[in-house]
């Protein structure tokens, strides 16, 4: 029968934290010998009195006692009192270095940089964030016509706004007008000849929907007409330039 191990470091209980408490004796030795006398596995397994009973297997021993668990945790736990006990030694030694006129300028410079991030005054970085929308040339000339007819602009002045018109000209799919009623048709025709007094009267005595509709029915017979226009410069070889010289008829 082997004699009880009898580790050379002795832990007091009342010293030790959970992990460290849920231990053997010999096994809080071990622990203690490799945080606080910074042994390796074998010579920690000697300390804590493993190779007594079998001096050969220290070093087996040593290697089961590092890989467990239980162990493991109580290593952390011992290695962690002793950076909070040994934290005061540290920032005197780097305050030293700091003030140490005999030292580089680097080393007193990291010194100083290490106390400002220990202390909680890291440097501010600041993260700035690019995002870009691609479009195509005829989606943004698409973009730049709706935004005139908001603005109340003949479409033949925001046409020499565009990008590509022959790249929007080719993707233009036609919509059909709404049907209109008999009152709406015939109030159309009536403005249509009507003076520009005449056709202010006539817009006060639109509805607000009647009114909009007007607006949108001018400006895609203007747009048809410009297409129109187009295809024959197209045909004929003339410069689109002069397209645009003509004046919208008015959408107000």
Do not use: W
Request: glycine share 4%; net charge negative.
């Amino acid at each position: 029968m082997s004699r009880p191990l009898q580790p050379m470091i002795v832990v007091p209980v009342e010293a030790c934290g959970p992990a460290m408490f849920a231990l053997t004796p010999t096994q809080r030795a071990f622990v203690v010998a490799k945080v606080h006398f910074g042994c390796n596995n074998a010579e920690a397994a000697r300390r804590a009195g493993y190779s007594k009973n079998q001096p050969a297997d220290a070093k087996v021993s040593g290697y089961h006692l590092a890989h467990n668990d239980a162990v493991q945790a109580a290593i952390i736990e011992e290695s962690r009192k002793l950076m909070a006990g040994e934290g005061p030694r540290s920032i005197r030694t780097l305050v030293a270095i700091r003030d140490d006129r005999s030292k580089e300028a680097k080393d007193r410079i990291k010194a100083a940089v290490e106390l400002l991030n220990r202390g909680g005054l890291q440097a501010v970085t600041e993260h700035h964030l690019t995002v870009e929308h691609q479009m195509t040339d005829a989606q943004k000339d698409q973009r730049i016509l709706a935004l005139c007819r908001e603005l109340g602009v003949p479409d033949a002045d925001a046409r020499k706004m565009l990008i590509a018109p022959e790249v929007l000209d080719a993707e233009f799919e036609e919509v059909p007008e709404p049907e209109k009623t008999p009152e709406q048709a015939e109030r159309a025709e009536r403005y249509a000849r009507a003076g520009e007094r005449e056709k202010q009267a006539a817009r006060r005595a639109m509805t607000p929907e009647e009114l909009e509709a007007h607006k949108a029915a001018t400006r895609e017979a203007h747009a048809a007409a410009m297409k129109a226009r187009y295809a024959e410069a197209q045909q004929s070889r003339e410069g689109i330039e002069d397209l645009f010289e003509a004046e919208a008829p008015d959408a107000a």
